[in-house]
């Protein structure tokens, strides 16, 4: 070991605030990046090399083996607290046998801080795996196998460092984006037949709305080769799986394709499809093993303080999809309280200039009581679940309800403001990281999750390649969340009804029963501050840019460029939107409150309004920009947009992503004012010179385009529908596939109101017939006559439904 006057490694102090506005006050805050040590400190180093020994001194010429001695000596030591501690870890591979665990005991101070420094540039590897040395012989048709250690439960094979498939039906196909090859008889009693025995295989399948996924263990198979399984907790709000979108894998029968393994824990048998020119007497096994690597665990009364790691990668966990059981608040979310690095208890820690890969679930995870965590510069990527987690306790939200459908009344709840304790992350930064290629296993993932936290900030960071959002902000509580110069793009490839950005604000307000509107403004308070979006670039192809759905309230949302999906806004209060361009899309208002108090302006939009579901037009929506006059005027009758104008906004170079207007732009003298273009993403060189960029759309000045076709009118019974289309499938929680007629009015002599059916009910199938347009409703109704019974399957407020009644 090494005392000197002065660490090698002098981080340099940087400290981060901005303002948040609240209903009463400015809250300003500081998060700690990396703090200073004290020159005037004397200093102890450890090193440790993966070809040390624990028994050695801990110097550099004679450094330990493994981490965790390193740990167990600064334990006995007497510098923590009082001196600062750097442990080098030297370039190689740390198989760890379990979780590094750090608790309070391991702490440093401002002054005396404990950092884990990786040494020669991030080729220091924490590996959850473990290496095989297995002899391999010839089985049949190109597979090998070999003999494995007894009670090893193989759930990631890596061979010569890549990661491999289990077997699987179908095959694995990377041009395939939903789960890289699906098939609807994956698991089918036909398919079923050719497996002798199944059981401890897995069932993936996608929510039958898209809203994420769902995972199974197979358990076994019955006399009539149906599967029999158990799971499907990964989705809170439960509606069976996807029709076709599912796959099987760690079948044996289904081991017919390079690169796919499958081990028999009977046998103790690894059986293996070597892709043409693997040499397996030289090409190397890993197996992985552990779900965490490092965990930062104190209390809030005694935290774990002032631990850092810099110039590590962790990599090869075990994948989680079977414990993501816990139910987030009024959400189709649960959660996996863990990650590869797992804070819990824990202030002014860090990651820094770290790398993330190979990992089987959650990459980071911030769980209960945290203060002050930064993540800065670091590469998260190939990750099974998400990048970035930040998740308090329920226990700390006043009146939790925690299925989408449960309410609650006015007389029954707590009034009192914000959370009832301190069990939530708060203060903290996710900062000039590469975030990308996640969610390959959980599609209940995102780039970064915040739920049940406070004051968050993600700042220049490039998210893409996911399955679901980028940046997922789950239900209001506790707000106060900043996200500036980020680049998000390429998301929503797998599920439906998302955006780039995703946000919900499902609190103690939203469906309260027996409230006055009028008061709901007020009760929205209670749970959240104010969070603030500005200066990002979002693209989401397959839903919207930004997303605010079912009652997010209190946003500030500026100077964003949004490339594809517009912005969305449902059911909440007080959003602020000004400064924003969205190219070739609009503005999406959803099913808006009455006195919501939204404001919406001096923003770029290509398109008319999409609204859905809106009976109200109270809120402030005016001295907006368009780029055709027909849009521009199209909800005037409304009040909206009186004050308006329209034109060409004259995009500088659109081709090359520059959207700033020009000095000639009429925009400019409708109020809107350009803000930088060449900000947006990882700033950190190393991360810049890898990371991609959305591709831009191709624009083109639309003009004076006519508006949108009208629908056709269907009647029936008295009642008077149209098919879905748009937003409505959204809006109404209806799948796409299975579409629907949307009732506009009904007569109240109608034989349907007397059913109890209802104007915005959708109507799906009658007599079991599927109806989505003219033609399908005229057939399932052809013969029907007087005294037939008619059974109407339908969707309300998101559920689906049944009722009869005696055609007339």
């Known amino acids: 070991m090494t005392r000197s006057s002065h660490s090698s490694q002098q981080p340099q102090q940087k400290l981060f605030a901005r303002t948040l506005s609240s209903a ?96 020669s540039d991030g080729k220091v590897i924490l590996s959850g795996a473990r290496p095989l040395k297995l002899s391999w012989k010839e089985y049949k048709d190109g597979i090998y196998q070999a003999q494995t250690p007894a009670g090893l439960n193989i759930d ?14 179908p095959n694995y196909d990377p041009k395939i984006a939903v789960y890289n090859g699906y098939a609807a008889d994956a698991f089918s009693p036909e398919r079923a037949a050719n497996w002798k025995n199944p ?26 080769n149906e599967v029999q399984y158990e799971g499907g907790w990964q989705n809170n709000r439960q509606m069976g799986m996807h029709k076709s979108h599912r796959f ?31 040499d397996l007497k030289t090409a190397s096994f890993e197996i992985a093993l552990l779900p965490h690597l490092v965990e930062v665990a104190g209390t809030q009364e005694s935290p774990a303080k002032h631990i850092h790691f810099k110039d590590i990668s962790f990599r090869q966990t075990a994948r989680t999809f079977m414990e993501t059981k816990e139910p987030l ?27 993330f890969t190979q990992i089987g679930g959650n990459a980071i995870f911030a769980s209960h009581y945290n203060r002050r965590l930064s993540i800065t510069g670091s590469h998260i990527h190939g990750v099974g679940a998400s990048g970035v987690c930040f998740v308090g306790s329920p226990d700390t939200v006043r009146n939790p309800l925690f299925e989408y459908n449960e309410t609650q009344s006015l007389k029954d709840i707590d009034l009192t403001p914000g959370p009832k304790s301190d069990d939530y992350p708060a203060d903290s930064i996710v900062d000039d990281c590469l975030i990308h290629n996640l969610s390959t296993v959980e599609k209940q993932a995102t780039g970064v999750q915040i739920s049940m936290a406070k004051g968050i900030s993600i700042r220049h960071c490039s998210i893409y390649d996911i399955g679901r959002a980028g940046i997922n902000f789950s239900e209001g509580t506790f707000g106060g969340h900043l996200i500036e110069f980020c680049d998000v793009f390429d998301t929503v490839r797998e599920t439906g009804d998302h955006g780039s950005f995703n946000s919900w604000g499902r609190d103690r307000f939203w469906h309260l029963k027996d ?84 404001r919406v302006h001096h923003n770029i939009w290509m398109g008319r309004y999409r609204p859905a579901r809106i009976k109200t037009w109270d809120s402030e929506v005016n001295h907006n920009f368009f780029s055709s006059e027909v849009d521009q005027k199209a909800f005037a009758e409304n009040g909206w947009d009186t004050e308006s104008t329209s034109g060409d906004p004259q995009f500088i170079d659109p081709a090359n992503g520059d959207y700033r207007v020009a000095e000639t732009s009429p925009a400019l003298k409708a109020g809107f004012k350009n803000f930088p273009m060449d900000q947006f993403g990882v700033k950190k060189p190393s991360l810049k010179a890898i990371a991609r960029t959305p591709q831009l759309p191709p624009y083109k000045h639309q003009g004076n385009a006519k508006g949108a076709a009208r629908r056709q009118v269907v009647r029936w019974l008295g009642g008077m529908f149209t ?9 109404f929680g209806v799948n796409k596939e299975k579409g629907g007629l949307l009732i506009n009015r009904l007569a ?28 399908s409703l005229q057939k399932a109704i052809a013969g029907l006559k007087e005294g037939d019974k008619v059974e109407i399957g339908y969707v309300r407020f998101q559920n689906s439904q049944k009722l009869s009644f005696t055609h007339p």
Not at 27 to 48: G, I, M, P, Q, R
Not at 250 to 276: M, Q, S, V
Not at 579 to 590: D, G, K, Q, S
């Open 24 to 119: 009463s006050k400015t809250t300003l805050f500081s998060a700690l990046l990396v703090v200073a040590t004290t020159s005037s400190l004397s200093a102890l180093e450890l090193y440790v090399s993966p070809a040390g020994d624990d028994a050695a001194a801990g110097t550099k010429d004679t450094p330990f083996l493994t981490p965790a001695h390193a740990r167990d000596h600064v334990r006995k030591s007497s510098a923590l607290g009082k001196e600062p501690v750097t442990v080098h870890l030297a370039a190689g591979t740390y198989y760890l046998p379990e979780a590094l665990r750090l608790g309070a005991e391991d702490s440093g101070t401002k002054e005396a801080q404990v950092i884990w420094q990786g040494e």
């Open 156 to 169: 990631q094979l890596f061979v010569n460092g890549e990661l491999e498939h289990m077997a699987r039906y």
């Open 199 to 224: 059981a401890g295989g897995y069932i993936h399948a996608i929510h039958a709305h898209h809203w994420g996924g769902y995972h199974y263990r197979i358990t076994g198979k019955n006399k009539k």
């Open 248 to 278: 099987v894998e760690n079948i044996f029968e289904e081991l017919d394709a390079p690169r796919e393994w499958f081990h028999d824990a009977k046998t103790n048998t690894l059986y293996y499809y070597p892709p043409e020119g693997t």
């Open 329 to 355: 608040l009024r959400s189709d979310w649960t959660i996996y309280r863990g990650g590869a690095v797992f804070f819990k208890g824990a202030e002014d820690c860090s990651i820094a200039d770290s790398e």
């Open 515 to 598: 409230c006055p509107p009028e008061k709901l403004p007020e009760i929205s308070k209670l749970d959240t501050e104010k969070c603030i979006i500005r200066n990002n670039r979002w693209r989401c192809d397959h839903g919207w840019d930004i997303d605010l759905d079912d009652g997010s309230s209190h946003y500030e949302i500026y100077n964003n460029l949004c490339l594809r999906g517009g912005i969305k806004l449902r059911e909440g209060f007080n959003r602020h939107v000004y400064n924003n361009i969205t190219v070739n899309n609009t503005l999406h208002p959803h099913v808006w409150y009455k006195y919501c108090g939204d």
């Open 723 to 731: 098919s879905l289309a748009g937003e409505e499938f959204s809006a």
């Open 748 to 775: 109240l002599s109608s034989p349907l109101a007397g059913a109890k059916l209802q104007a915005e009910d959708v109507i799906q199938t009658i007599n079991g017939k599927p109806v989505k347009d003219k033609a």
